[in-house]
């Protein structure tokens, strides 16, 4: 009983993680479409694809378990890109933001996989 509210508080929390991730990367495309950028549609489509795996979470797990690490993966390489576009343009303080969230995004990944093969040693 207790596992199982433990483990649909972490969906709840990797639904939560790739919400926020779509919305950050989107208003991030709105930004590149506003200064007149082309790579707004790259953002843009990434952005609506975060949204759809949080919409789709739970079935997308049951079939791909390690759909989790994979789209960490890829919204942790974009807030890199981000943080270096922010650079790039001569700002301060956002770029590190920008490399925080990358950095725990690429650290889900880590806790994430080693709490996948330990489940699935204490299956065999």
């Known amino acids: 009983m207790f596992l199982d509210k433990l ?8 639904k939560f993680a790739h919400i926020f991730a779509g919305m950050v990367i989107l208003i991030h495309a709105y930004e590149r ?22 919409i789709f979470h739970h079935q997308l797990q049951h079939k791909y378990p390690k759909i989790d690490s994979l789209f960490f993966l890829i919204e942790g390489l ?14 301060k303080i956002i ?3 920008y490399l925080f969230a990358g950095s ?7 806790f994430f996989s ?5 489940l699935n040693k204490s299956k065999e």
């Open 104 to 110: 725990l995004q690429m650290l889900s990944i880590y």
């Open 78 to 91: 974009l807030s890199f890109i981000v943080a270096y576009e922010y650079f790039h343009v001569g700002k």
């Open 7 to 14: 483990k649909e508080k972490r969906n709840r929390l990797k």
């Open 114 to 118: 080693h709490k996948l093969s330990k």
């Open 95 to 97: 770029p590190f933001m």
């Open 33 to 54: 479409y506003e200064s007149g950028h082309s790579t707004y549609l790259f953002f843009a489509l990434a952005g609506f694809v975060f949204l759809a795996v949080a």
